[in-house]
């Protein structure tokens, strides 16, 4: 049985990240819908199933982690990575309650963000797989 390519959301308000994420992940064969903003990426979120939620952490409005609070009553499957420019040990707890895989550096190589949501979609399977 062929996999279907995953689902990925990528929201983030400044839009050069949002465009090289966006083409970075299409190339290796991802579905990608973009927001540039919390509000946006709700909406997309009530419309869509997504494997994996990637947010920037500081939007104006509402944060990655508001976005993830909600996304997970929605789809709490979802695998929700958050990106940011500056982390803090506070966000960081909050995240880990709101159960977020991981958090990554704006700045981090595009070999890293294609390994960190690999292993997410990975883990998201594998968790799939055994609560068949």
Known sequence: MEQRPAQILIADDEAPIRLTMDALLR??????MTAESA????????????????????????????????????QPEASVIILTGHGSLETALQGMHLGIYDYMLKTSSPQEVLARVTMALEEQQEHRRKNQ
């Open 39 to 74: 509000e946006e990426a709700l909406d997309l979120i009530h419309q869509h199933t997504f494997d994996l939620l990637l947010l920037d952490l500081k939007m104006p409005g509402l944060s990655g982690l508001d976005v993830a609070q909600r996304a997970r009553e929605i």
């Open 27 to 32: 190339r290796r064969g991802f579905n990608v």
